[in-house]
């Protein structure tokens, strides 16, 4: 009996841990508003961030190519205003200083899971639904951070108000709006 009770503990701290891992944000999100380039079948270029897109279907890669995914939204960022005093007159800061970041062992995962250099995507799909609006429709894929081997399952969710049950999948991303992210669990 203490065995069993030992395991279900073991059982319900491993579902605590992954499930304080989701994270999920409903909103309406803006398409990036940068410069993106199609590099190759497998590579796009947002501004100077790099997202790798593989074992995905070209009608869903679309997605990518028109900003509605991009590497912006899988990092937190903060706008950060670094500034050095000159030591000769506290007063003035120079623009031309060198910061120097030392990343504690704490903060060491934060620091990688926020860059946005080659971000790899795999495994995008369309999640069948059968009682859904023909307005909505969910995806899932996988997340590779750089740096990490095992990847981050993500889900989201975009809406289109103009399509119908006979909007092709194309047709449909096109006009669609980015409305849901739900970051989960790491793979093991």
Do not use: C
């Not at 994270?23 to 961030?49: C, L, P, S, T």
């Not at 950060?80 to 910061?99: G, Q």
């Not at 429709?137 to 981050?152: E, H, I, M, S, V």
Request: glycine content about 4%.
């Amino acid at each position: 009996m203490q065995h069993f009770m030992k395991t279900i503990a073991t059982l319900l701290l491993v579902i605590i841990t992954f499930s304080s891992n989701a994270q999920e944000i409903k909103r309406k999100y803006e398409r990036f508003k940068g410069k993106i380039i199609v590099i190759n079948e497998h590579a796009i270029k947002y501004d100077d961030n790099v997202l790798l897109v593989n074992n995905t279907s070209s009608d869903l890669k679309r997605v990518f190519e028109i900003g509605i995914l991009y590497p912006g939204l899988f990092v937190e960022t903060k706008e950060n205003k670094l500034e050095k005093k000159d030591s000769l007159n506290p007063t003035e800061t120079s623009k031309d200083s060198v910061v120097v970041v030392k990343v504690s062992r704490k903060d060491f995962s934060k620091f990688y899971f926020n860059r946005t250099d080659s971000l790899t995507i795999t495994d995008f799909t369309v999640r069948n639904s059968f009682n859904e609006s023909p307005t909505k429709r969910r995806f899932d894929f996988l997340l590779f951070y750089k740096g990490f081997a095992n990847p981050t399952e993500y889900s989201i969710e975009l809406i289109n108000e103009n399509a119908t049950k006979k909007t092709d999948l194309r047709t449909f991303i096109d006009g669609a709006s980015l409305t849901y992210i739900k970051r989960g669990s790491i793979q093991i």
